[in-house]
Nanobody
Framework: QVQLTESGGGLVQAGGSLRRACAAS????????IGWVRQAPGKGREFVAV????????YYVGSVRGRFTISRDNAKNTVWLQMNSLKLEDTAVYYC?????????????????WGQGTQVTVSS
C-alpha cells in the first residue's frame, strides 16, 4: 500500500498563494489517482481536486476551479496543489488521498489511503 506525506501548509494572507506537496512512498505513486480533500473547522471533509494516474484527467470542485491547479510527477512520486488567489474560506486542514480504482474518485468516500493532513490558514 502507499503512504502519503503532505508538506507546504502554513499561514498566508488573502489573495496570496501556497504550493502544497504530497509525497508518496511504499507502492509506486503511478498506481493511484491522487486527490486533495479539505476539512474546515466545524465542517465535514470536502473534495477539492483530483488527478488521474497518468495526468490525463483533472477535476476540481467549483469553489476552487480557476484558482487551484493539481499536478504530478510520477518519477518523483509527488503530487502538488498550487493554490492561488486564496480566500478566507479556503482555511482548512488539507489532506492528500489516494485510490487505485479504475474510476477517478471525485468524492471523499472513494479514497482508501490518506495523509496526516496539514493546516492552511488564510488571514485577512
Amino acid at each position: 500500500q502507499v503512504q502519503l506525506t503532505e508538506s507546504g501548509g502554513g499561514l498566508v494572507q488573502a489573495g496570496g498563494s501556497l504550493r502544497r506537496a504530497c509525497a508518496a512512498s511504499g507502492r509506486t505513486c503511478s498506481s493511484y489517482h491522487i486527490g486533495w480533500v479539505r476539512q474546515a473547522p466545524g465542517k465535514g471533509r470536502e473534495f477539492v481536486a483530483v488527478i488521474s494516474r497518468t495526468s490525463d484527467y483533472t477535476y476540481y470542485v467549483g469553489s476552487v476551479r480557476g484558482r487551484f491547479t493539481i499536478s504530478r510527477d510520477n518519477a518523483k512520486n509527488t503530487v502538488w496543489l498550487q493554490m492561488n488567489s486564496l480566500k478566507l474560506e479556503d482555511t482548512a486542514v488539507y489532506y492528500c488521498a489516494a485510490d487505485p480504482s479504475i474510476v477517478v474518485p471525485t468524492n471523499t468516500q472513494q479514497y482508501n489511503y490518506w495523509g496526516q493532513g496539514t493546516q492552511v490558514t488564510v488571514s485577512s
